[in-house]
């Protein structure tokens, strides 16, 4: 098994990608398998949120890059931002993940919590996509990238 501890300040040519979804990529410790097969563990520190695009050096000092997988996620979409923002306080204040584009917003699906959207006047669909969501007011070592969003 190979061990991965360290993030990779510059780019740098990539040997192998870890395809992880978010819950997977906000945990410090954990088992997984590279894309190629090979069973890796991970151990980042506490708080570390792993990013899509993210380099990873493995001990071995391959480069591995982290991919977000694709999520089943729901997906509100509004031009009117008061509702936007209304739905994201109703979300935050169950401590869900969001992530937040331009008129619109996404959460992990969850049928109950699609009920409460609803109720709030919102439409939801769902949708499969990579999960990005923001990182939160003390966001840590997180940080965002620049990806083109659905």
Do not use: C
């Not at 906000?26 to 899509?52: C, H, W, Y």
């Not at 401590?95 to 006047?121: K, N, S």
Request: aromatic fraction near 6%; hydrophobic fraction near 40%; proline fraction near 5%.
């Amino acid at each position: 098994m190979i061990t991965i501890s360290k993030r990779l300040g510059e780019q740098r040519p990539v040997d192998v990608r870890l395809v992880l979804p978010f819950e997977q990529r906000s945990r410090s410790r954990l088992r997984a398998r590279l894309e190629n097969g090979e069973e890796a563990g991970v151990f980042m520190e506490r708080g570390d949120v792993l990013r899509g695009g993210d380099l990873l050096l493995a001990e071995d000092g391959r480069v591995i890059e982290v991919v977000a997988a694709d999520e089943v996620l729901s997906r509100v979409e509004s031009a009117d931002p008061w509702q936007l923002a209304r739905v994201s306080y109703h979300l935050g204040n169950r401590h869900v993940p969001v992530q937040i584009g331009a008129g619109w917003l996404r959460y992990p699906h969850d049928h109950v919590l699609d009920g409460m959207v609803r109720a709030l006047g919102s439409s939801v669909t769902l949708e499969i996509a990579p999960f990005e969501p923001e990182a939160g007011a003390y966001g840590g070592a997180a940080h965002s990238h620049a990806h083109a969003h659905r």
